[in-house]
C-alpha cells in the first residue's frame, strides 16, 4: 500500500511565522503534489515537483515556496503566514515518470494538515 | 478561476437510491478525468477514472459517463449505501502531471 505521510494533523501558527508543512511517500515516487483544500473551492495545486530537485508552480503560489532534497520527501513552507492561509493542506503523490507515456496517474493523498493561523 | 465545474454542491439520497454528480470543463486538451473520493478526516483516494476514448467505465455501482461533444462527464452512484456518504471531486488532466479540480459534491445517504 502506499502510504504519504503529513508531519502534523493541527498545527496553529501566529501571523508572520515561518511555517513548515513536511510530506513523506514510501512507495519511491517520482512527483509529489501540494494542495489546499477550502469549502466550496475543491482542492486548488500550490506547488509540484515531478523530479528530485525539480519543482514547478501551480495554480495559487503565492506566499508559498517548496523544497524537494530527497526523492521521497517533499516540504510545503510558508515564508511568513497570514490569516488567509489558514487552510487544509494535503500532500499527494504520483508515480508517472518522466519518461512514461502518461504524465498523469494516479494521486494518493496524505490526511491533510488542519492549517490555523491567528 | 476553476477550470472544471461541478454540480451539485451537496446531494441527499436514500439508500438504494441513485447519485448523480456532473462536472464541465472547457480545456478540450484536457484527456485524463479521475473522480476522487474523500471521507471525513482523510484524504481523497481515486474512485474511478476515465480517458476520452471511450463514452462509459463501470466499476461495480460506480460509472463514468462521458460526452466528449458537450465536454461533460458524470458519476453515477448506483444503489446508493449509507458507507457511500462522502465528498466526490471530479478532475481532469492534460497530460502534465497536474490535476484540475472541482469544487466537490457532499453525499448524503440516508438508510
Known amino acids: 500500500d502506499v502510504k504519504v505521510t503529513q508531519s502534523s494533523r493541527y498545527l496553529v501558527k501566529r501571523t508572520g511565522e515561518k511555517v513548515f508543512l513536511e510530506c513523506v511517500q514510501d512507495m519511491d515516487h517520482e512527483n509529489m503534489f501540494w494542495y489546499r483544500q477550502d469549502p466550496g473551492l475543491g482542492l486548488r495545486l500550490i506547488y509540484f515537483s515531478y523530479d528530485v530537485k525539480m519543482k514547478e508552480k501551480g495554480d495559487i503560489p503565492e506566499g508559498y515556496s517548496v523544497s524537494r532534497e530527497k526523492k521521497e520527501r517533499f516540504s510545503l513552507i510558508l515564508e511568513s503566514a497570514s490569516t488567509n492561509q489558514t487552510s487544509m493542506y494535503l500532500c499527494?503523490?504520483?508515480?508517472?515518470?518522466?519518461?512514461?507515456?502518461?504524465?498523469?496517474?494516479?494521486?494518493?493523498f496524505g490526511p491533510g494538515t488542519r492549517l490555523t493561523v491567528l | 478561476q476553476q477550470q472544471v465545474k461541478q454540480s451539485p454542491q451537496s446531494l441527499i439520497v436514500q439508500k438504494g437510491g441513485i447519485s448523480i454528480i456532473n462536472c464541465a470543463y472547457e480545456?478540450?486538451?484536457?484527456?485524463?478525468f479521475p473522480w476522487y473520493q474523500q471521507f471525513p478526516g482523510k484524504g481523497p483516494a481515486l474512485l474511478i477514472a476515465?480517458?476520452?476514448?471511450?463514452s462509459e467505465k463501470k466499476e461495480g455501482r460506480f460509472t463514468i459517463s462521458f460526452n466528449k461533444s458537450a465536454k461533460q462527464f458524470s458519476l453515477h452512484i448506483m444503489d446508493s449505501q449509507p458507507g457511500d456518504s462522502a465528498t466526490y471531486f471530479c478532475a481532469a488532466s492534460k497530460n502534465d502531471y497536474k490535476l484540475s479540480f472541482g469544487a466537490g459534491t457532499t453525499v448524503t445517504v440516508r438508510a
Open positions: 476515465i480517458r476520452p476514448d471511450v
Open positions: 499527494a503523490s504520483s508515480f508517472a515518470p518522466l519518461s512514461g507515456g502518461y504524465r498523469t496517474d494516479t494521486q494518493y
Open positions: 480545456n478540450t486538451a484536457f484527456d485524463y
